[in-house]
């Protein structure tokens, strides 16, 4: 009997958001939000003053934290992006409340527009983004993680500030003018698919603004912007990512590049449309198709242009591309060039394992996710040749799934369990995207130091490229001085005060 095929999606017909995943995203405490209904641009002015910068022209000018800031220079100021915006000019007329309501004024003179004032402004509540993507892991996450997890926010503010991405359905008219006005440029859309019908499916909504529109607003304004593209294999590749791509092209360069990134299924998708996974076949497949239509692009424009996220090459079993032609890679939170970005200051660290090897053998354990084994390759070679043995410890993310192979999603319990079976090192290294920086807690909550006290075992993570992985191996190994500033990006130069 001869096999029929699938009848083909139809793309009109949304998914019913089901009662699973509506209870899943309301765990969000509601504060976190506002409703996707409400214009960012239209926020009341007035913002409270979270911290004033000790020594800071604002501490001179007698600041305090709980303030609110009003106006600068006659300008209302709603959030942190006016407080930029307006807070740049040399000579800054502020209009502010103290903590008793009262009104102040103060005048400041900088010597350069660059001075900084020493203000920082309580964080904005953002938008709730209002679809629900087929793909979106906030729709596939376990019960019981941290709030924050569960909440769906898209805010252009961050887009510009921060690099995340947005769909763009919650810009309104007055948003678009603001973003032109204050030429928040770059920002980060995630487009898909220029096919609406298409678009709205795989965003899980019924109405949004034309994709291409938002484009040509930006283009008509000269905002630049980056893009991503989520590939659900059978639903937006082929003939629609061809489509999709001539679109994007033609808007050169206001859109300045376009990362293509693998679905990413945990196995907690439940009540979502089925979605076939990304295999090593279908990897392997999507590149050899894709590869040449890239270059053709990149020779055209002079620079990589069309970018695939790292793990395609991982999960297709085959190296990832080496991007040493072009320094600044403008999708790297999107995991383009991450391996190229490690391997950067390879040179370095090989100067410094020359200089500074220990004089009895090391053993490190260096933890990574299931596909990433192959990466530590170079680096684990550069240290055989320094009397330090590094092996890697590939861990299978137990709590999302099999599926899940990004290094960001690692686990406490997952690494303390790899740990446990993997004894004797005398180091382990974790990859530091796995913490969150400010608190160093993993994705279950578990923090870096219960998991030293668990385990008992010398564990520290590695934040920056090679250099910063064998700097923190000699750390340990012979009591070389780390680079801090190198390696660990994140030291405070500011002091602030919050009282
Ligand atoms: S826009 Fe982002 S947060 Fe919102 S549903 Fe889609 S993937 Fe999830």
Known sequence: MSK?????????????????IRRRVRRADPSDTISSGISVAKAPVGV?????????????????????????????????????????????????????????????????????????????????CGCNCVFCFVHQLPDEMRKSL??????????????????????????????ATQRLSPIYLSVHAVDEVLRRWLLGIRKA??????????????????????????????????????ALVALHPSVQSVAIV?????????????????????????????????????????????????????????????????PDLPQLENGVGMVYHFY???????????????????????????????????????????????????????????TIHVTGLLTGQDIRRTIGENPGFDQYLLPGNCLRRYDTKFLDEMTLAQLRTKTGARIDPVLGGARDFVETILEAATGYRHDEAKGHALAQTVHWSNS
């Open 4 to 20: 029929t095929a699938p009848p083909p999606p139809d793309y009109t017909r949304i998914s019913p958001v089901t009662p699973e």
């Open 48 to 128: 409270e003053i979270e911290a004033v910068a000790v020594g800071s022209l604002a501490a001179a000018a007698g600041i305090r934290p709980g303030w609110k800031l009003n106006r600068i220079n006659g300008h209302g100021i709603r959030d942190t992006v006016d407080f930029y915006f307006h807070g740049s000019d040399e000579e800054l007329d502020l209009e502010l409340d103290d903590s008793d309501g009262t009104a102040r004024r103060v005048f400041v003179e900088k010597k350069s527009p660059e001075e900084f004032l020493g203000l920082e402004l309580k964080q904005f509540t953002t938008q709730n």
């Open 150 to 179: 569960y909440v769906k926010d898209e805010d252009y503010r961050l887009s510009f500030m921060q690099g995340s991405y947005v769909t763009g359905v919650t810009l309104k008219p007055e948003d678009l003018d603001r973003i």
């Open 209 to 246: 603004t034309p994709i291409l529109d938002v484009l040509e607003f930006f283009r008509e304004n000269r905002i630049q912007v980056h893009t991503q593209i989520v590939l659900c294999p059978t639903h937006n590749d082929g003939a629609q990512l061809d489509r999709t791509l001539d």
């Open 262 to 326: 693998p679905l990413g299924m945990t196995k907690w998708r439940d009540g979502l449309p089925a979605l076939p996974p990304v295999t090593p076949e279908y990897a392997r497949q999507f590149i050899r198709r894709t590869t040449p239509r890239l270059r053709e692009i990149e020779r055209r424009f002079g620079e990589p242009f069309v970018l695939l996220a790292d793990e395609w090459y991982l999960i297709a079993g085959r190296k990832a591309p080496s991007y040493s032609k072009y």
């Open 344 to 402: 950067r200051d390879l040179r370095d660290a090989k100067r410094i394992l020359r200089d500074s090897a220990p004089d009895r053998p090391w053993r490190v354990g260096a933890v990574t996710s299931t596909l990433s084994v192959p990466v530590l390759e170079k680096i684990a070679a550069a240290c055989a040749d320094a009397n330090i043995e590094v092996t890697p410890l590939p861990t299978v993310n137990t709590l999302f799934g099999e």
